[in-house]
């Protein structure tokens, strides 16, 4: 479904992930993997470039030049249902 801008949320998953895909290092794809493990295998690539999408995006809005750990951190949040932050503050317990 368009936004007012005509493009769609996916459009604009894919355009934050083509803008910063040079910006990942091996580390950080290594983590971005590690956190979509959890989801079944038949969502896990629609998870990851959700997930990745926002990370760009964040990484853009900050005017960072490679993606790291706090942005990848903010990004997950971001991209992570209000309704599973609450999971958030269990595992820091």
Do not use: C
């Given at each position: ?35 979509v493990e959890p989801v079944p295998q038949l969502f896990r690539d ?46 820091t317990k």
């Amino acid at each position: 479904m368009p936004k007012d801008d005509g493009k769609s949320i996916i459009d604009w998953e894919e355009y934050y992930v083509d803008q910063t895909i040079h910006m990942w290092g091996e580390e950080e794809k290594k983590l971005l993997n590690e956190l979509v493990e959890p989801v079944p295998q038949l969502f896990r690539d629609v998870a990851k470039q959700k997930i990745a999408a926002k990370i760009g995006k964040v990484a853009l809005q900050k005017r960072k030049k490679k993606i790291t750990l706090d942005v990848i951190i903010e990004g997950y949040i971001l991209a992570t249902p209000k309704r599973d932050h609450k999971f958030f503050s269990q595992t820091t317990k």
